[in-house]
């Protein structure tokens, strides 16, 4: 967002230290600048940082008396609060984390929203201060917010008369984290002031791809008279030059084979990563001048399980991937070593070069499986540190506030593989979604009874469809079934796919 604007405007026009210029950050970005720019109020130290996962770890060890004990307090943590008997006794839990956090001149990252609504509510001062710096705002995305980003925005807002927000209901699939679409769809009973603008025209996907998503949506929309205008017509443009249906249709015979179908379609759309492509017939070689490339090309899935069967068959093709979630980047395993590591070796070279070391001497002390999730960790942290140049503090607090698709790199060429969250905001000219079927979509553990309100994983299939720009690829499991969503789409718009076959002997190309 921030290259977006500065692209449209003069350097100068976004903030800057000084606090100049027109700020672009995320809830909890803004949360934190007001705590450390209004620390004395907060009753907090002026250097409070938030706790990296070095940080959290030695405070919950304290609280929990040993690492492991405190690695699961930091798992219950982070998992949606259950109303069950052991709810009080994680309150109490968090509450003598945050102690042990603030003897360090640390902040919990979840708490950091709350702790600025209390700043604005006890200083009413700031509040209008803050009011008058920000006489205008914008939130994108608003369909997404919690009750705690509600009330924090109400309080800057005022009246709302330079209050502008944007987003569709159709795409809230939060509700998990304590998202709420309830504040999006009040918006004019807390504004009665405001002017609703309906921006129906959809300029990134191809007709077929928006008449099939607004149909698959159609059965649980929150947006009345739900209507998108496809502005890009069929065969022109980008359209022509990514081969096939707008929309196919795949059934597998398990979840290996729907892995080895996806890997061959995608070998075929680029025109063949390999001789033995274009040799076994995988792919054709007509289409090796294709302006597609592997970063054009996304895989989406519902939850990370069904990531090994993907990452393998797209690994036997020979296709390089890139993988990402929606969890935070301090969970992932590797990375709490790496922030260790990096915080107790000398400062040296920029924060990229700095983390290329700390991989190196980590994996020379670990064993196989330690040293892979090192590795794997390193790559998914470098394009995030080359972005943060010499300073190792920023590089830190984003991998605290950020999510794993934050880390990843646009530039990479490589096949992007993403849970149907992480995909929310991006968009590719082809789309695969693996695992439209029972089960899955809409999500079901096994054991639990069928969920009464299924609005919102209908929601996230609506998302993982409007993410393709030229082509979404379905695809389910036999023994499984279509998922109940897919029977809204209407079959004349779903284009079977078939099976490649390898050419008999006699066609085999020779070399002589």
Same mark, same amino acid.
């Given at each position: 967002?921030?290259?977006?604007?500065?692209?449209?405007?003069?350097?100068?026009?976004?903030?800057?230290?000084?606090?100049?210029?027109?700020?672009?950050?995320?809830?909890?970005?803004?949360?934190?600048?007001?705590?450390?720019?209004?620390?004395?109020?907060?009753?907090?130290?002026?250097?409070?940082?938030?706790?990296?996962?070095?940080?959290?770890?030695?405070?919950?060890?304290? !609280?929990?008396?040993?690492?492991?004990?405190?690695?699961?307090?930091?798992a219950a943590l982070a998992a949606p609060d259950r109303d069950?008997?052991?709810?009080?006794?994680?309150?109490?839990?968090?509450?003598?984390?945050?102690?042990?956090?603030?003897?360090?001149?640390?902040?919990? !990252?979840?708490?950091?929203?709350?702790?600025?609504?209390?700043?604005? /509510?006890?200083?009413?001062?700031?509040?209008?201060?803050?009011?008058?710096?920000?006489?205008?705002?914008?939130?994108?995305?608003?369909?997404?917010?919690?009750?705690?980003?509600?009330?924090?925005?109400?309080?800057?807002?005022?009246?709302?008369?330079?209050?502008?927000?944007?987003?569709?209901?159709?795409?809230?699939?939060?509700?998990?984290?304590?998202?709420?679409?309830?504040?999006?769809?009040?918006?004019?009973?807390?504004?009665?002031?405001?002017?609703?603008?309906?921006?129906?025209?959809?300029?990134?996907?191809?007709?077929?791809?928006?008449?099939?998503?607004?149909?698959?949506?159609?059965?649980?929309?929150?947006?009345?008279?739900?209507?998108?205008?496809?502005?890009?017509?069929?065969?022109?443009?980008?359209?022509?030059?990514?081969?096939? @249906?707008? !929309? /196919?249709?795949?059934?597998?015979?398990?979840?290996?084979?729907?892995?080895?179908?996806?890997?061959?379609?995608?070998?075929?759309?680029?025109?063949?990563?390999?001789?033995?492509?274009?040799?076994?017939?995988?792919?054709?070689?007509?289409?090796?001048?294709?302006?597609?490339?592997?970063?054009?090309?996304?895989?989406?899935?519902?939850?990370?399980?069904?990531?090994? @069967?993907?990452?393998?068959?797209?690994?036997?093709?020979?296709?390089?991937?890139?993988?990402?979630?929606?969890?935070?980047?301090?969970?992932?395993?590797?990375?709490?070593?790496?922030?260790?590591?990096?915080?107790?070796?000398?400062?040296?070279?920029? !924060?990229?070069?700095?983390?290329?070391?700390?991989?190196?001497?980590?994996?020379?002390?670990?064993?196989?499986?330690?040293?892979?999730?090192?590795?794997?960790?390193?790559?998914?942290?470098?394009?995030?540190?080359?972005?943060?140049?010499?300073?190792?503090?920023?590089?830190?607090?984003?991998?605290?506030?950020?999510?794993?698709?934050?880390?990843?790199?646009?530039?990479?060429?490589?096949?992007?593989?993403?849970?149907?969250?992480?995909?929310?905001?991006?968009?590719?000219?082809?789309?695969?979604?693996?695992?439209?079927?029972?089960?899955?979509?809409?999500?079901?553990?096994?054991?639990?009874?069928?969920?009464?309100?299924?609005?919102?994983?209908?929601?996230?299939?609506?998302?993982?469809?409007?993410?393709?720009?030229?082509?979404?690829?379905?695809?389910? /499991?036999?023994?499984?079934?279509?998922?109940?969503?897919?029977?809204?789409?209407?079959?004349?718009?779903?284009?079977?796919?078939?099976?490649?076959?390898?050419?008999?002997?006699d066609r085999q190309l020779r070399l002589l």
């Open positions: 967002m921030r290259d977006r604007l500065g692209a449209l405007s003069a350097p100068s026009a976004l903030d800057g230290p000084g606090g100049a210029g027109f700020a672009v950050t995320t809830f909890h970005g803004l949360a934190l600048r007001l705590l450390t720019e209004h620390h004395q109020q907060a009753g907090l130290p002026a250097d409070v940082k938030v706790a990296d996962m070095v940080g959290a770890s030695a405070a919950a060890t304290r !609280v929990a008396g040993s690492e492991r004990d405190g690695d699961r307090l930091l069950d008997a052991k709810r009080e006794e994680l309150q109490a839990s968090r509450a003598a984390f945050r102690a042990e956090l603030a003897k360090d001149g640390l902040l919990d !990252v979840d708490e950091l929203i709350g702790r600025a609504r209390q700043l604005l /509510t006890d200083h009413p001062d700031l509040t209008t201060a803050l009011r008058e710096r920000w006489p205008r705002i914008s939130v994108d995305e608003y369909q997404d917010v919690d009750e705690q980003q509600y009330e924090l925005l109400r309080l800057l807002a005022g009246a709302g008369g330079g209050l502008t927000v944007i987003g569709d209901p159709d795409q809230a699939i939060y509700g998990f984290r304590g998202a709420d679409v309830g504040f999006f769809l009040r918006f004019g009973t807390d504004y009665p002031g405001a002017r609703t603008v309906y921006l129906i025209r959809n300029y990134r996907s191809s007709p077929a791809v928006v008449s099939a998503a607004v149909q698959a949506i159609a059965p649980a929309t929150l947006v009345p008279g739900r209507k998108l205008d496809p502005a890009r017509r069929p065969g022109r443009g980008a359209d022509a030059a990514v081969p096939g @249906p707008a !929309v /196919t249709l795949h059934e597998a015979a398990s979840e290996q084979a729907e892995g080895t179908w996806i890997a061959t379609e995608i070998d075929r759309l680029i025109g063949g990563s390999s001789f033995h492509s274009l040799d076994s017939g995988r792919a054709d070689s007509r289409q090796r001048h294709t302006t597609l490339g592997l970063s054009d090309i996304a895989v989406l899935y519902r939850t990370d399980a069904q990531t090994g @069967p993907l990452l393998q068959a797209l690994n036997r093709a020979g296709l390089p991937a890139q993988k990402g979630s929606h969890d935070r980047l301090g969970r992932r395993p590797g990375v709490r070593d790496l922030a260790r590591e990096l915080r107790l070796a000398a400062p040296g070279e920029d !924060v990229a070069g700095q983390l290329r070391a700390a991989v190196g001497r980590l994996t020379a002390l670990t064993g196989r499986a330690e040293a892979v999730d090192i590795l794997t960790a390193g790559e998914v942290l470098a394009p995030l540190a080359r972005r943060c140049g010499d300073d190792l503090e920023l590089f830190l607090t984003e991998i605290s506030l950020g999510a794993e698709a934050d880390a990843q790199d646009p530039r990479a060429d490589a096949v992007t593989l993403l849970t149907l969250y992480a995909a929310k905001g991006l968009e590719f000219e082809v789309v695969f979604i693996a695992g439209c079927e029972r089960g899955l979509l809409p999500l079901r553990w096994p054991g639990d009874a069928p969920a009464a309100d299924t609005s919102e994983e209908r929601r996230l299939l609506f998302v993982g469809m409007t993410r393709a720009r030229s082509r979404l690829l379905l695809s389910y /499991t036999a023994p499984r079934g279509p998922s109940p969503f897919l029977a809204a789409i209407d079959p004349a718009l779903l284009s079977r796919a078939e099976v490649a076959r390898r050419p008999p002997p």
